[in-house]
């Protein structure tokens, strides 16, 4: 005869081995959460540390477009635009990209590498021009510095002399 009152032995894992077993898992876990996190920040943080300085070393940068001495000036003959830009700021001024917008929602775009304007002082820029464009004069002039971002100055087509 079997003795059916005693309980048959369960076999499995130790509630205290399954406790510590459960607990190393969730600091791996932990550990490679934070080793991710380490590096995306590390990341961010540089990208940010360089957008500072870069805007630290733009503060105070200005230019604008002469309107007084030497007129902004449509050359038909060239389809295009002379415009003399005068740095108002600190520092030296260097690269810039030269946009015209045209009536029927076309633009040019003219970046200028060459441009080096030391501070206080002038250039002389043109819009792009040539017979592939087939424009008039532009409605509008917009000049941005290419090494310092978000500077820029506009000039209408109200203001463009024709010569």
Do not use: H
């Not at 130790?14 to 959460?33: E, K, Q, R, Y």
């Not at 870069?54 to 060239?78: E, N, R, W």
């Amino acid at each position: 005869m079997g003795d059916k009152s005693m309980p048959k032995k369960q076999k499995g894992v130790n509630p205290l081995i399954a406790t510590i077993l459960l607990l190393l898992v969730c600091m791996a876990i932990g550990g490679i959460i934070w080793s991710w996190l380490q590096g995306y920040t590390q990341t961010q943080r540089t990208a940010t540390e360089e957008q500072q300085k870069k805007q630290a070393g733009c503060a105070g940068a200005s230019f604008t477009i002469d309107l007084t001495d030497v007129k902004p000036t449509y050359y038909s003959d060239l389809n295009a635009v002379r415009l003399v830009i005068l740095n108002k700021s600190d520092r030296n001024l260097n690269q810039f990209k030269v946009y015209a917008y045209y009536s029927d929602g076309s633009s040019d775009l003219n970046s200028l590498t060459s441009v080096n304007i030391e501070e206080g002082g002038s250039a002389v820029v043109w819009t792009k021009g040539g017979s592939d464009s087939g424009q008039s004069k532009p409605e509008r002039v917009t000049i941005e510095s290419m090494d310092c971002e978000g500077i820029k100055a506009e000039v209408s087509k109200v203001d463009i002399e024709t010569s």
